[in-house]
């Protein structure tokens, strides 16, 4: 079950940088049309200007834009679901967890402390025993 909610999540991932690098390519598409336009514009008139487009490249700017705000907009969406996800997945497995009764990283970390603590006393006890054996032997 874990498995099919890793793989969930990693296609939640893919999409996601599937979809960023569009939106990056549309932008960087964008820009280069409009600066090439401008700078077309420029050598005509002298100065650097964005109207007075012909109406292809007006529609096809305004297909960009909406195309990046779509794009945008599904990120979000993509983004805000894999949180949920990934929320439900950590929810539902730390109910397994306690129900199979698993210990917790704080429940192994006082076991080692506890376990240091009674080795401690060991070496203790054994270096006393030894002194009082060889007390004994004299």
């Given at each position: 079950?874990?498995?099919?909610?890793?793989?969930?999540?990693?296609?939640?991932?893919?999409l996601e940088?599937?979809?960023?690098?569009m939106?990056?390519?549309?932008?960087?598409?964008?820009?280069?049309?409009?600066?090439?336009?401008?700078?077309?514009?420029?050598?005509?008139?002298?100065a650097?200007?964005?109207?007075?487009?012909p109406?292809?490249q007006?529609?096809?700017?305004?297909?960009?834009?909406?195309?990046?705000?779509?794009?945008?907009e599904?990120?979000?969406?993509v983004?805000?679901?894999?949180?949920?996800l990934e929320?439900?997945?950590?929810?539902?497995?730390?109910k397994?967890f306690?129900?199979?009764h698993v210990?917790?990283?704080?429940?192994?970390?006082i076991?080692?402390?506890?376990?240091?603590?009674?080795?401690?006393?060991v070496?203790?006890?054994?270096?006393?025993?030894e002194?009082?054996?060889?007390?004994?032997?004299?």
């Amino acid at each position: 079950m874990a498995d099919i909610f890793d793989k969930a999540i990693l296609i939640g991932m893919g999409l996601e940088k599937k979809a960023r690098e569009m939106l990056e390519e549309l932008q960087r598409a964008g820009k280069q049309g409009t600066d090439e336009r401008a700078g077309v514009k420029a050598e005509e008139t002298g100065a650097p200007s964005s109207e007075g487009l012909p109406p292809r490249q007006a529609v096809e700017n305004k297909l960009v834009e909406d195309g990046v705000a779509v794009l945008k907009e599904f990120l979000a969406f993509v983004k805000a679901g894999k949180e949920k996800l990934e929320k439900e997945v950590s929810s539902s497995s730390g109910k397994v967890f306690e129900k199979l009764h698993v210990a917790s990283q704080d429940d192994i970390d006082i076991i080692k402390e506890m376990a240091r603590t009674a080795r401690e006393k060991v070496d203790k006890l054994e270096k006393r025993v030894e002194e009082l054996e060889a007390r004994l032997a004299k």
